[in-house]
């Protein structure tokens, strides 16, 4: 997935599903009347809650960031909701 499909689909509102090394996690985008904000997590663990696309690529997990996890991906390991 590039950078710019990734924008797209927070801007849709989508939810992405993945999985990467063996461990599944999630990007959800949860709009609000006070603070919009897209959450990403591994499945039941820590979540990271940022305020912009921008943001969200940089966050790391296992010294990998988001964009470099989607980036190495093949299509069959990202589930778009």
Same mark, same amino acid.
């Not at 689909?9 to 939810?15: D, F, K, S």
């Not at 599903?17 to 959800?28: G, L, P």
């Not at 919009?36 to 966050?59: A, N």
């Given at each position: 997935?590039? =950078?710019?499909? #990734?924008?797209s689909? %927070?801007?849709?509102? !989508?939810?992405i599903?993945?999985?990467?090394?063996? =461990?599944?996690?999630?990007?959800?985008y949860?709009? @609000?009347?006070?603070?919009?904000? %897209? @959450?990403?997590?591994?499945?039941?663990?820590?979540?990271?809650? +940022? =305020?912009?696309?921008?943001? #969200?690529? *940089? +966050?790391? !997990?296992? *010294? +990998?960031? +988001?964009?470099?996890? #989607?980036?190495? #991906?093949?299509?069959? =390991?990202i589930?778009i909701?």
């Open positions: 997935m590039t =950078k710019e499909q #990734l924008f689909y %927070i801007e849709e509102g !989508r939810e599903d993945f999985e990467y090394n063996d =461990k599944k996690y999630s990007i959800t949860s709009p @609000s009347w006070e603070n919009d904000y %897209i @959450s990403f997590c591994e499945y039941y663990q820590d979540t990271s809650d +940022v =305020k912009t696309p921008e943001e #969200l690529i *940089g +966050v790391e !997990r296992d *010294g +990998v960031t +988001v964009l470099q996890m #989607l980036e190495e #991906l093949p299509d069959n =390991k589930w909701r």
